[in-house]
């Protein structure tokens, strides 16, 4: 079977450090790879040095957001007054993934504004997607679409992980593919390993957390030992990104790492 592999994300993980830190922290914590949301409050050549320096490899980003309590902090893709934002936003992911060498962005859905009907939003999420598709294409990044449960993210576009791989399936690219968060399927939907089975050839990443309060692997309900085996079963050859908040503390959350590595 595939040996597992995990990416510190940084905006989770060794979030008792600033956030340039972080990249020195995981390296010494054993990670050789990291992701997180958003690199765009430093310039891209700053955090590739940090990356550089630490040994670490980028393995995901996410498209710009807007910030806590604001109308796209969850993204813009699906809102219909902000096609032209969408694109420069992508534009940007695309530029930044280049100079971090990430060859995964996340297209972050959005939130549906109030007064939008479902249908319109989801399709101009879909126009949307369809034309980061056509522009990432030779660029040699990946696309990954998440389905965000509606507990956390009231109001996401994507309803289910069953819709976001239909979106995968109707751009009909291998550079745009499913992220299949392991945290947000159990929250919104259940029956993980099942689904994650179904849906396995649209898979492009995974991130995992532990249900029901976010925390590491081994910490909430579900049994991880299951999960991984279904992982490695599947040989699965990415990243697994490490998208939790721990409960104690990053380096005393870590322990569940030796079980599965």
Not at 92 to 103: I, N
Not at 124 to 131: E, F, L, P, Q
Request: hydrophobic fraction near 45%; aromatic fraction near 10%; charged fraction near 20%.
């Amino acid at each position: 079977m595939t040996a597992l592999r995990f990416a510190a994300n940084l905006k989770w993980l060794f979030t008792e450090l600033p956030f340039e830190e972080r990249f020195d922290a995981a390296a010494a914590a054993g990670f050789t790879a990291v992701e997180y949301s958003s690199p765009y409050g430093f310039p891209a050549a700053e955090l590739r040095r940090r990356l550089d320096g630490a040994g670490l490899r980028q393995v995901l980003i996410n498209t710009p957001g807007g910030q806590p309590g604001t109308p796209t902090r969850n993204g813009s893709a699906c809102i219909p007054d902000l096609v032209p934002q969408f694109r420069r936003e992508l534009d940007l992911a695309l530029e930044y993934a280049g100079v971090l060498g990430s060859g995964l962005v996340h297209v972050t859905g959005g939130i549906r504004p109030e007064g939008v009907p479902a249908a319109d939003a989801f399709a101009t999420y879909v126009t949307n997607i369809g034309w980061a598709a056509e522009r990432a294409a030779g660029s040699g990044v990946r696309l990954v679409l998440e389905a965000l449960n509606q507990r956390d993210a009231p109001g996401f576009v994507l309803t289910s992980i069953e819709q976001a791989a239909g979106v995968v399936r109707a751009v009909g690219v291998d550079h745009v593919r499913l992220l299949f968060d392991v945290y947000h399927c159990q929250v919104q939907q259940g029956s993980v390993t099942t689904r994650m089975q179904e849906l396995w050839p649209l898979v492009g990443h995974i991130q995992v957390a532990d249900a029901p309060t976010r925390t590491e692997p081994g910490t909430g309900e579900l049994n991880w030992r299951f999960v991984f085996d279904r992982i490695r079963a599947l040989d699965y050859a990415g990243w697994i990104g490490c998208e939790y908040r721990p409960a104690n503390g990053t380096l005393a959350g870590l322990s569940w790492l030796a079980d599965y590595t």
